[in-house]
């Protein structure tokens, strides 16, 4: 039987996992964000909202990124939903967050250039 600190250290490794994909193609974007996300606690979502675009833009753009939400397409828009509606308790959409990475390491990538750097537009 696994234990629940064995759970939540695969789901801390997952996510980070999950983090480290999207810093490694879209570092600059993620830095600026996460500075103004710091820099903001009460107002981060309104205030880094462009930031937050960025990201997003730039985490769409790459093939890797882009062929795991589509496999994946109903846990990240459950994810989003979720974050939508609970903009004041973000870590309240953990368990959205843990289905969707359980579903993205179930991707083929085989097919994927994973070290390709997308194009800025």
């Not at 937050?52 to 589509?70: E, G």
């Not at 459950?78 to 289905?99: G, I, M, W, Y």
């Amino acid at each position: 039987m696994v234990s629940a600190n064995h759970q939540e250290e695969g789901r801390t490794r997952n996510m980070q996992a999950a983090f480290n994909i999207t810093t490694k193609y879209c570092h600059k974007e993620m830095e600026a964000y996460g500075s103004c996300v710091a820099s903001n606690p009460s107002s981060w979502q309104h205030t880094c909202h462009d930031l937050k675009m960025k990201v997003a833009h730039c985490t769409s753009t790459h093939p890797v990124i882009q062929k795991i939400r589509q496999g994946c397409s109903k846990e990240f828009g459950d994810f989003e939903k979720c974050l939508s509606e609970n903009q004041d308790q973000p870590t309240s959409c953990s368990p959205h967050v843990a289905r969707f990475l359980a579903c993205a390491e179930t991707v083929d990538l085989s097919q994927e250039d994973t070290s390709a750097v997308p194009q800025s537009s």
